[in-house]
């Protein structure tokens, strides 16, 4: 019973590793290990020959080296009943160098050989083991082996106290099948490493790259990218596009646990194909204005170098521009411009206007228009100021009059564009020439009045036109005619 419950014992543990049959790509790692093993004993003696013993135990402490070799410790223990009648539980204690041939494969055959050590017989023997066998990898951790081992035991009779001329030693052997654990396994460097993605790119296409390294390595790994731009990123995977045509030498470093850094790198061409012009955006920044105030316009404009664009404001005013922002070196124009076109403009006269903008390279031509609205100001809609009246026969401003041109001096304070003709005229009474100079001296009075409020003087023209013919729209006005008697303020609109 018992022996069979080291059988069920040993498939349990083959069991619990099944699932991790499907990885890929499983190989031993390097690091601590312990085997242990189960199957039957095999001896070769004076009183055996060739027999197949009921059981042995096979158990070993170890350390796993990169390249496939071993050294460990181990115990072969069993019971060998037909070795002798007086000594057959034997304990082999071994000194082993292992090699597996295949190290980074997960089925592989190996050789172990070194000496050992024999009790329980006769006497304490020694000699050398060597075993054949085989091992397959479950997980990173976990192998599962089969093993054939005999140890030569010196002197002849160490085993069973006989000494017949047979053979000058005595042979105790295992055959059978175990698992093999490693406990901590150490990290596995980065044996290959390589670079996926794209070898040619359109000028500010994104390309995607990603670095793969063997399957074995331990992870995690970090990398470390060069763009050949001047651009760095990390991780596994990157996207990247370039702002100029050329040839760009990708390159990415990986590192992990194991301290072993690998390069790699990937060469990619960005091409671009030449585009006519395009006006991607226009948009000015206001769409109805007072005249005289400033509208901004903006867009957005993109092709190959060089370009050419022309604003037109409708009102007899245009702007030319010529743009070749990406030179490589002279004589050679490269990529696609993206150029942000700006101007303000100020329109003089109120009206409906369309603003055009055109845009072309040696490839084509784009247009865009918008529609502005300039309407008048307060300033625009004044056509004549308050007139100022006079006594008769005097050319002297009234506390009245100066009030009146106290407020049509505010106005032109606050209209600097207004330009005004100051009529001075009489009524019909008196001689002609009288009446001429007196109109001018009472037109000069309200041209001085302006100009000690602030006036400039170019903006203020005077003349008198003398008297004004009967009849008076006010009879009982007497003498002469009160509302003849005055200066007129009359705004005029030069040509903008």
Known sequence: MRHGGLRYGFFVLLLLAAPDLLAQRVWVAPGPFLRFGYGPSLSETDYSTY???????????????????????????????????????????????????????????????????????????????AALGA??????????????????????????????????FDGLGFLGAGLRI??????????????????????????????????QATQPVSYIWFMGDGAQYTGPVVEHRYRLPGRYEIQVQARNAAGVVRTATHLVEV????????????????????????????????????????WNFGDGNGMLTTD????????????????????????DRPGTYTVSLIADNEL??????????????????????ESVSFEFGRSTLTDSARAVLERNARVLQSCPELVVQLVG???????????????????????????????????????GLG??????????DRPGCRELRRVDTIVIRWPR
Request: positive net charge.
């Open 425 to 463: 005229y009489t009524d019909y009474v008196g001689g002609e020439a009288f009446n001429a100079l007196l109109s001018l001296r009472r037109a000069l009075a309200v041209y001085n009045y302006y100009q000690q409020q602030g006036i400039e003087p170019e903006r203020l023209i005077f003349r």
């Open 51 to 129: 027999a197949i013993e009921p059981y042995a135990l096979k158990g070993e402490l170890g350390y796993q080296f990169p390249l496939g070799l071993s050294l460990g410790l181990a115990y072969e223990g069993g019971n060998y009943p037909k070795v002798s009648r007086t000594y057959h539980r034997f304990h082999v204690i071994q000194g082993l160098l292992r090699w597996r041939v295949f190290p980074f494969k997960r089925l592989s055959h190996y050789f172990n050989i070194g000496p050992h050590i024999t009790l329980g017989g006769y006497k304490t023997g020694f000699g050398i083991n």
């Open 324 to 347: 070749n922002q990406y030179r490589l070196e002279e004589g050679l124009r490269a990529g696609t411009m993206s150029l942000h076109a700006r101007t303000s403009h100020r329109f």
């Open 182 to 215: 490693t406990f901590r396994p150490l990290p596995i460097p980065i044996r290959t490493l390589n670079i996926e993605g794209p070898a040619q790119l359109q000028r500010r296409e994104y390309g995607t790259f990603t670095a793969r390294v063997d399957d």
């Open 364 to 385: 084509g031509r784009d247009s865009v228009q918008a529609r502005i609205v300039v309407e008048p100001t307060a300033c625009d809609l004044i056509s004549t100021l």
């Open 135 to 168: 091992d397959y990898v479950l997980t990173r951790n976990v192998a599962f082996f089969v093993e054939g081992s005999a140890n030569a035991v010196f002197p002849d009779r160490a085993s069973e106290g006989i000494r017949s001329g047979r053979a000058a």
């Open 271 to 310: 091409v671009e194909t030449p585009r006519a012009v395009r006006i991607v955006a226009f948009q000015p920044l206001a769409d109805t204005i007072k005249r005289g105030n400033f509208v901004t316009f903006e867009a957005q404009i993109e092709g190959a170098p060089s370009i050419r664009y022309f």
């Open 467 to 476: 008297e004004l013919p009967p009849p008076c729209p006010n009879p009982a």
